[in-house]
């Protein structure tokens, strides 16, 4: 079985909820990537020291966020990410990404569109719109990637 070089914890709109099993997940991981909606800097001070942290400013992430960026793009393992809280925002924004994350809808969402991957996690705080409580990992190994869905 080959070694997995990087393996990266999708989690949104925790709405100031991390729940225990979402932190057990997260502690097994390199890579932490929130897209919005913490709602407070309490929940990013619980996983700041886990790994590295990529995050993204939220509707409701108030003042405390102001210096969060509202798109961010980055690199793990040779994958390039770009990531903003709502959909919408990544207008324009996708060229050179392999894997384009958001938030916002508390649904899960997964599609692949040529060689491009739009990932939402879904909530892994609170439940809306009748949805359920999950989250994404995704392994990296020599620049291949797997992702999973995880259902809390």
Same mark, same amino acid.
């Given at each position: 079985?080959?070694?997995?070089?990087?393996?990266?914890?999708?989690?949104?709109?925790? *709405?100031?909820?991390?729940?225990?099993?979402?932190?057990?997940?997260?502690?097994?991981?390199?890579?932490?990537?929130?897209?919005?909606?913490?709602?407070?800097?309490?929940?990013?001070?619980?996983?700041? @020291?886990?790994?590295?942290?990529?995050?993204?400013?939220?509707?409701?992430?108030?003042?405390?966020?102001?210096?969060?960026?509202?798109?961010?793009?980055?690199?793990?393992?040779?994958?390039? @990410?770009?990531?903003?809280?709502?959909?919408? *925002?990544?207008?324009?924004?996708?060229?050179?990404?392999?894997?384009?994350? @958001?938030?916002?809808? *508390?649904?899960? @969402?997964?599609?692949?569109?040529?060689?491009?991957?739009?990932?939402?996690?879904?909530?892994?705080?609170?439940?809306?719109?009748?949805?359920?409580?999950?989250?994404?990992?995704?392994?990296?190994?020599?620049?291949?990637?797997?992702?999973?869905?995880?259902?809390?």
């Amino acid at each position: 079985m080959c070694e997995i070089l990087k393996k990266i914890g999708i989690i949104s709109d925790t *709405h100031n909820l991390l729940r225990p099993e979402v932190l057990e997940i997260l502690k097994s991981c390199d890579c932490i990537v929130h897209a919005g909606d913490v709602t407070k800097e309490s929940v990013l001070d619980q996983i700041r @020291f886990l790994g590295n942290l990529y995050v993204v400013r939220g509707n409701n992430d108030g003042d405390w966020a102001k210096n969060i960026a509202g798109v961010l793009k980055f690199e793990i393992d040779g994958i390039h @990410f770009v990531m903003a809280h709502e959909r919408r *925002h990544l207008i324009n924004q996708t060229e050179g990404a392999d894997v384009v994350i @958001f938030g916002h809808t *508390h649904k899960y @969402f997964q599609e692949q569109v040529e060689k491009m991957l739009w990932l939402n996690p879904g909530s892994c705080g609170y439940p809306r719109f009748g949805g359920a409580v999950t989250m994404a990992v995704i392994e990296i190994d020599h620049g291949t990637y797997h992702v999973r869905k995880i259902d809390l």
